[in-house]
């Protein structure tokens, strides 16, 4: 990866309308981005793929999409409240604030295994400097829950937090998944949905940003059974990397140390993958006892105990927990499509998709644009293609070598033209993206060799 750089993919991402800067005519706002029209169709491509993959294809999956906005309550239980932290330090001038372990990291300090003093010790030892050259000072321990007020009066009564993590709402809804469905152990609870933190240094475009979406599941277990299904979810979130076309090659597993994880694991294993700014998680899997549940029947005052059918005393079962980082995704997938080559001669830059994730399938072109015959023709061929794959895109716009260039771009596999040819044999040339290679037929086989 280290040829392609992550400002050429910020680059194409913007020219070609997948990702934009937040708030852009207005300068921005760090750490949020917004979906173009072909970014969105990947994103959402991405989520359904992702969706069948582990829930629609399962028999023992419960999919759920729970509130944003949660009972304050529920992190007290779950320990954000306590726990959620970054360690920040001050830029004594500008009063700026910066993640003490980044800055550290990026003067070559290895920060696992450090507390907060001891990293205030190192950057003393250092003596680093703020981006401003600026002495740095007063480092504390930060939440990033963000915080926000509902109804008409402001005040301790009224706050709430955007959730930092999704997990939460399926645990609350633990029981409601019992009481509805009565689930033989094991099950899963899944679910799609936007988690916000307030990150005081958002970077690497869309990998690190205060909004963002979370793909991830509970699995509720037995307790004897961890370590059996911590190694099968392993197994499947390979399998899950492989139906995104990401080799395995870029994929590392990374075993996180007992003095490095969350407060409710007991094993957490980090899935990194090859970005062009490093190798960097894209996933993640722990497991968290149960803590959970027990932390909100402790809390919550409710049973949230499960009670096996073939008998036996009632129990909180334990959690595996895989998460997946919807935009990490998306980055992955676009640095690892991103492709350079030469035709005849020229530089070409195109985006070698696997077909299932190519935001638009087909495109389709007439030769001349000013031929009412040929615009006719490519027209119906169009709606057929469209009935067929929906992601069809219409273009007629500049020459033929400078739409190809288009389409390569943005990753669609295949390019049909209608010529004058077509209006004499019914036949159109198709267009291989990633082989530049064309071939002529009829157009009755078209659907049957684009599917192939």
């Not at 729970?66 to 529920?74: D, E, G, Q, S, Y």
């Not at 360690?87 to 507390?115: M, Q, S």
Request: hydrophobic share 35%; aromatic share 12%.
């Amino acid at each position: 990866m280290a040829e392609i750089s992550l400002e050429e993919i910020v680059s194409l991402a913007k020219r070609r309308g997948f990702i934009y800067q937040g708030s852009e005519i207005y300068g921005g706002l760090a750490g949020t981005w917004d979906y173009g029209p072909l970014g969105i169709q990947l994103k959402r491509t991405i989520e359904n793929l992702w969706w069948k993959h582990f829930v629609e294809d399962r028999d023992d999956m419960y999919g759920v999409d729970t509130a944003i906005l949660m009972n304050p309550k529920v992190w007290e239980a779950s320990g954000h409240i306590q726990s959620f932290t970054d360690p920040l330090v001050e830029d004594i001038k500008t009063k700026k604030r910066y993640r003490l372990d980044h800055l550290l990291e990026e003067n070559g300090v290895d920060i696992r295994n450090l507390n907060l003093g001891q990293m205030i010790h190192k950057l003393k030892e250092l003596k680093l400097t703020s981006p401003e050259g600026n002495e740095l000072g007063n480092a504390a321990m930060f939440n990033l829950l963000f915080k926000t007020n509902i109804g008409a009066v402001e005040g301790e009564a009224s706050k709430v937090y955007l959730r930092g993590e999704t997990a939460q709402g399926m645990f609350v809804n633990f029981k409601n998944i019992l009481d509805s469905f009565y689930p033989n152990l094991p099950f899963g609870i899944a679910q799609i949905g936007r988690a916000f933190r307030n990150e005081i240094s958002p970077r690497d475009f869309v990998f690190r940003t205060r909004e963002f979406g979370i793909m991830e599941l509970e699995y509720f277990i037995r307790p004897e059974t961890w370590e059996a299904e911590f190694q099968k979810w392993i197994d499947a979130t390979y399998a899950w990397f492989e139906a995104l076309g990401l080799p395995k090659s870029k994929i590392h597993e990374k075993e996180v140390p007992k003095e490095e994880r969350a407060h409710y694991s007991k094993r957490t294993l980090d899935f990194e993958f090859e970005y062009p700014f490093g190798i960097k998680e894209i996933a993640g899997l722990a497991y968290r006892t149960d803590f959970d549940l027990a932390q909100h029947e402790l809390f919550s005052g409710k049973n949230l105990k499960y009670t096996p059918k073939e008998g036996g005393e009632p129990f909180i079962p334990h959690v595996i927990e895989p998460t997946y980082g919807l935009e990490r995704h998306i980055l992955a997938v676009l640095a690892n499509a991103y492709t350079v080559d030469e035709v005849n001669g020229e530089k070409r830059i195109y985006l070698k998709l696997p077909a299932q994730l190519a935001p638009i399938k087909v495109a389709v072109f007439p030769l001349l644009k000013n031929k009412p015959e040929l615009t006719e023709r490519a027209r119906e061929v169009y709606r057929g293609l469209v009935k067929e794959f929906g992601a069809v895109t219409w273009d007629d716009n500049g020459n033929i070598g400078k739409r190809y260039r288009r389409q390569d771009e943005i990753g669609t596999p295949h390019c049909v033209t209608i010529d004058f040819q077509t209006l004499e044999d019914n036949t159109v040339t198709i267009r291989d993206r990633d082989t530049t290679t064309q071939e002529r037929i009829n157009v009755e086989e078209l659907t049957n060799k684009l599917r192939g």
